[in-house]
C-alpha cells in the first residue's frame, strides 16, 4: 500500500474555503489550480463540486507526488495534472472560467508573484476570477503576531519569500486586467483575495 504525502494545514482549511468556492464558483466552470502540490485540494473540491472541471498544476518535479494521488483518489471532474513554472511556462489563454491557489504567494519570490498575476490575467476569460488564498498584510500592516513570526521565518529560509501585501497585490492585478472584488476572512489569520478579469 502507497503512503500519500499529506498536508495537515490542507486538510485543516478545505472546508471553509469550500464553503466560498461553492458560491463564487458557476457550476460548470473550468479552474486551473496553480501550485496543487500534493493534490488534497483538487481532490476534495472536485468531490463535493463533481460537475466543476478541475485542472491542477505545479512544477515539474512537484507532478510525481501529486500524480500519486490523483491516481489514487482521482475522479473524472479532474484532468491530468500540468507542468506550471509560473516564471518559465506559458499559460493557455483565455482557457479557463477561474484560477485558484492557495499558499503560494508567500513562498513565490516577487518575481514569481509578477508572472503569476501576468499569466493568470492571459489564461483567464472575461469575466473569469481569480481565488488566492493565504496570509496577507494590509496597508503594510500584519493581521497578527503569528503572521509576523511566520513572515520571520520565511525571510530566514530565503529572503525572496515573505507575506505580501493586499495594496501591492491590488496595483500589479490593475496591470493585467485584474480588480479586486473580495477580500474575505478565514480562520487562522488567512484570507481569500477575489480578483476579477475586466475588460480592456
Known amino acids: 500500500m502507497i503512503t500519500l504525502p499529506f498536508s495537515a494545514a490542507s486538510d485543516r482549511n478545505r472546508h471553509p474555503i469550500l464553503d466560498q468556492l461553492k458560491r463564487l464558483l458557476s457550476p460548470e466552470a473550468i479552474v486551473l489550480e496553480i501550485g496543487s502540490g500534493w493534490g488534497q485540494h483538487a481532490v476534495f473540491f472536485s468531490e463535493a463540486m463533481p460537475r466543476v472541471k478541475w485542472q491542477p498544476s505545479d512544477k515539474h518535479d512537484a507532478l510525481a507526488e501529486l500524480s500519486l494521488r490523483l491516481a489514487a483518489e482521482g475522479n473524472a471532474s479532474i484532468r491530468p495534472p ?5 516564471l ?4 493557455p489563454h483565455a482557457s479557463f472560467d477561474a484560477v485558484y491557489s492557495a499558499n503560494t504567494a508567500h513562498i513565490m519570490s516577487w518575481e ?14 472575461q469575466g473569469g476570477i481569480f481565488c488566492l488564498y493565504g496570509p496577507f498584510n494590509i ?11 511566520f513572515d520571520q521565518s520565511l525571510k530566514s529560509s530565503n529572503p525572496e519569500m515573505g507575506i505580501r501585501d493586499i495594496a501591492a497585490l491590488e496595483s500589479l492585478a490593475c496591470s493585467h486586467q485584474l480588480e479586486l472584488q473580495e477580500r474575505i476572512s478565514m480562520p487562522a489569520n488567512n484570507l481569500l483575495l477575489v480578483f476579477e478579469k475586466c475588460p480592456d
Not at 518559465?88 to 499559460?91: L, N
Not at 496597508?139 to 513570526?149: L, M, R, W
Request: with cysteine; glycine share 8%.
Open 82 to 86: 500540468l507542468s506550471l513554472n509560473v
Open 112 to 125: 514569481a508573484v509578477v508572472a503569476m498575476f501576468a499569466g493568470v490575467g492571459k489564461c483567464l476569460k
Open 88 to 91: 518559465e511556462d506559458s499559460f
Open 139 to 149: 496597508d503594510g500592516v500584519f493581521t497578527a503576531p503569528s503572521n509576523q513570526s
